[in-house]
Nanobody
Framework: QVQLVESGGGLVQAGGSLRLSCAAS????????MAWFRQAPGKEREIVAA????????????YYVDSVKGRFTITRDNAKNTVYLQKNTLKPEDTAVYYC???????????????????WGQGTQVTVSS
């Protein structure tokens, strides 16, 4: 079992930045593929970014949905059992609840549907005002 706790959400103006953190406990996530999803009101949960367990190696093995490429960066610190999502140049359409998720199989290429992830955090609200 692993518990995931997100933090760092809040209210920010368009063009601003936020850094989300996902702290894991219960066991190490160093072999898991980790992802950030988001869900806006009335919409389905969608993947935003994901990082392979070797994602810290030469910065590779990261995935981004097209709408956030060049603005968001996912990183992981396996020593701290934590995954981060740096969000820059935020837009009102980025408003959503952001969830951290773990694929314990450590699979790559990334799985993009929520059902393929094993553990979830409770979510953190991000609101971007125009």
């Amino acid at each position: 079992q692993v518990q995931l706790v997100e933090s760092g959400g809040g209210l920010v103006q368009a063009g601003g930045s936020l850094r989300l953190s996902c702290a894991a406990s219960g066991r190490t996530i160093s072999s898991d593929t980790m992802a950030w999803f988001r869900q806006a009101p009335g919409k389905e949960r969608e993947i935003v970014a994901a990082i392979h367990w070797r994602g810290g190696w030469r910065g590779g093995n990261a995935y981004y949905v097209d709408s956030v490429k060049g603005r968001f960066t996912i990183t992981r610190d396996n020593a701290k059992n934590t995954v981060y999502l740096q969000k820059n140049t935020l837009k009102p359409e980025d408003t959503a609840v952001y969830y951290c998720a773990a694929d314990v199989g450590g699979r790559w290429p990334v799985r993009t549907t929520p059902v393929e992830y094993d553990y979830w955090g409770q979510g953190t609200q991000v609101t971007v005002s125009s």
